[in-house]
């Protein structure tokens, strides 16, 4: 069990009140001691039998063992999803939104097992599991329910007809989530979905495979595939997957996209991020702090489109920094399973290891960094928040994805300066504008290059609302109307 004692606060000298333990209990979800591969509506062990551990990363206990698949299962995944698909696609619209809507409304009857199974799988505090993973994932296929039986009118033309089968890789910041990115559009326009997880976090994707037995789904429609990353290589180099859609480092994306070319697969790649969020001298100091702490410490700074460089106007920039490390010192830090904890763990012991190596290099190249006073548990795998001041255009905490609880902080002058240094990055996924007047908020986010823009919020979605990257972020768009047209032969 995760450690059921109060919630460290992040710094010392916060409010007189002490927090009492508010654990979620683990009873509320069943996990099995092994899972298998689910492939063709039925779960099966992986042809060569191997099989690996997931932990909590908040404990390194082991949760469960899961199937490895290998080549074969790929290849019986495929034909399943295959075979599914004449039938799948010829259903009326109105017929494939209604097992959506089941979908939907059992993701909802069965959040708080979601909550609990996502946030002991990946270490994300359950307040973000239970508050925005499993409702945005639910509102997913509420949404593209909606626009089953509507794809004539969608803009795609009279009758725009499906791809066949989508191959879909996914990561382990959002697990629950970005699996309902990827199969709700894929569903709904009629296609076939081989979906393969993260090695770190298969859990959730295997709950779903529950839900989708239970909605009734069609067998081979959706099916699920464990393993690593030769597990999802062999997925996306088979030759009978007609649409390839992958969330994750750019480093892999690139690799998909040369895998790829040439073959006629259709492809969207949602790729890694160093967004900008940018604080002009006019903007509510108390609004932007909460925004920007949104904005680089939700999901522990594990999220494509963090707010990971912050740039503030010269002229606020002291004023600025205190008010954020005062309120980095109320954070607390701990049990994920806790209703009261704002930090959770660091998803496993490389993406900590990443962490450490990219803030010390930030360290040996002269940026200043700050952390709040913070006891971490001796168990798991834990950061804690972390700020870089004096930090300069060419240091490293400035370039590269760090992938964590860590924000660098750059000053500007004037608009323009403010723009230049936001842009000049070789991602391109998210900014954020903070500012009183509606036309420089305006004016500024026209010239960002990057594919989702915040007006003095950040970190807000929604399934209407397309989302991707430019640049090294990747191409292609996922949600609202936008997103269903990667689904479709158009």
Known sequence: MASQKPTAPAASGGSPFAYAPAPESRAVVDIAPSYGLFIDGAFDAAADGRVFKTLAPATEEVLSEVAHAGPDDVERAVRAARRAFEKWSA????????????IARILQERSRELAVLETLDNGKPIKETRDFDVPQAAAHFFYHAGWADKLAHAGFGREPRPLGVA??????????????????????????VVLKPAETTPLSALFFADVCRQAGLPRGVVNIV?????????????????KVAFTGSTEVGKAIAREIAGTGKRATLELGGKGANIVFDDAPVDQAVEGIVTGIFFNQGQVCCAGSRLLVQESVADELV?????RLG?????????????????????????????????????????????????????????????VAQAHTVAQDEIFGPVLSVLTFRTPDEAVAKANNTPYGLSAGVWTE???????????????????????KFDPASPFGGYKESGYGREGGRHGLEAYLDV
């Open 91 to 102: 259903l009326p619209g109105a017929a494939r939104a209604k097992y959506l809507f089941r």
């Open 167 to 192: 191959a879909q890789v996914i990561p382990w910041n959002f697990p629950l989530l970005m699996l309902a990115w990827k199969i709700a559009p894929a569903l709904a326009t009629g296609n076939t």
């Open 226 to 242: 464990t393993g690593d990353g030769a597990t999802g290589a062999a997925l996306v180099a088979h030759p009978d997957v007609d």
């Open 322 to 326: 205190e008010s954020l490390k005062r």
């Open 330 to 390: 109320t954070l607390r830090l701990g049990d994920p399973l806790d209703k009261n904890t704002d930090i959770g763990a660091i998803n496993s012991a490389q993406q900590l290891a990443k962490i450490r190596e990219l803030t010390g290099i930030g360290e040996a190249e002269g940026a200043e960094r700050w952390s709040p006073a913070c006891e971490l548990p001796t168990s798991g795998y834990w950061f804690p928040p972390t700020l870089f001041t004096g």
């Open 437 to 459: 007047k509606g036309s420089r908020m305006l004016a500024v986010a026209d010239r960002l290059r990057a594919g989702v823009v915040w007006a003095n919020t950040f970190n």
